[in-house]
């Protein structure tokens, strides 16, 4: 926002504070994922849209693919880092953000020793994960927002839960075959508190569709057994979401 008051600072002169540098890796095309771990601010994971999810343990200077050799896809979409142990962590692939050359996964993969060794843990036809959420005290209490297809229909779209670090898989949220999760909240204090956003969208062969009657905001109380939406409330916007 630009105004004509000389005492309200302008953006640029707030841009123009910052001090920013790249600090790699320089490999994988877009970022799509950053997480840390919570209690070592120099390990930091990332995740790009067809690199592969890389790791620093020295706050950036130095960069390691861990993904390669285990993943079946180079493309990520969510990094979730456990809060009550650093060492598990889960990787959805396929990037969300669909476009003119979005690159499709295969699912959930997880570490128990800090991104040494990965495994696959399921979910495989979602395609495309755009956040996953895992409890602050529980490591194998995980929920996946997945977009599904971006070319089509399907049923693996929506909001999953695993009660089991990803052994088993439960669809808790699901609009229809068209929509699906493109974003998920965990309330700070109240785990069992969630906010999912259902996103009507696909690619299609010469352009992106996006918005329709499907798209909407959703609120579960108890930790994904039961969702309320939030779409039609008052202060809500009119229209076609998404």
Not at 40 to 49: E, I, L, R, T
Not at 84 to 91: Q, R, T
Request: proline content about 5%; some cysteine.
């Amino acid at each position: 926002m630009t105004t004509n008051d000389p005492s309200v600072p302008q953006v640029g002169d707030v841009s123009d504070a910052l001090e920013w540098r790249c600090i790699g890796p320089h490999r994988g095309g877009r970022v799509v994922a950053v997480a840390g771990d919570p209690y070592n601010s120099n390990v930091f994971y990332f995740g790009a849209c067809a690199g592969g999810v890389w790791k620093t343990i020295d706050g950036g200077t130095y960069w390691e693919n861990i993904s390669d050799g285990f993943f079946n896809t180079a493309a990520v979409g969510a990094i979730a880092v456990a809060d009550s142990d650093p060492n598990v962590i889960y990787v959805g692939t396929g990037e969300s953000c669909i476009r003119v050359d979005v690159s499709h996964g295969d699912g959930v993969y997880k570490s128990t020793d800090g991104g040494q060794t990965w495994a696959h843990v399921g979910l495989t036809d979602t395609r495309h994960i755009a956040r996953i959420r895992v409890h602050p005290e529980n490591p194998d209490l995980v929920y996946v927002a997945a977009l599904g297809h971006a070319y089509g229909p399907n049923q693996q779209r929506g909001v999953f839960r695993s009660t089991d670090g990803g052994k088993n898989w439960e669809q808790v949220l699901f609009k229809s075959e068209k929509a699906g999760a493109i974003d998920l909240c965990m309330d700070a204090v109240n785990p069992r508190v969630l906010y999912a956003s259902i996103w009507e969208g696909h690619r299609k062969f010469r352009e992106i569709s996006s918005g329709g009657p499907d798209s909407g905001l959703y609120k579960s109380m108890d930790g994904g057994d039961s969702w309320v939406e939030l779409t039609d409330k008052p202060g809500m916007p009119n229209g076609i979401k998404g």
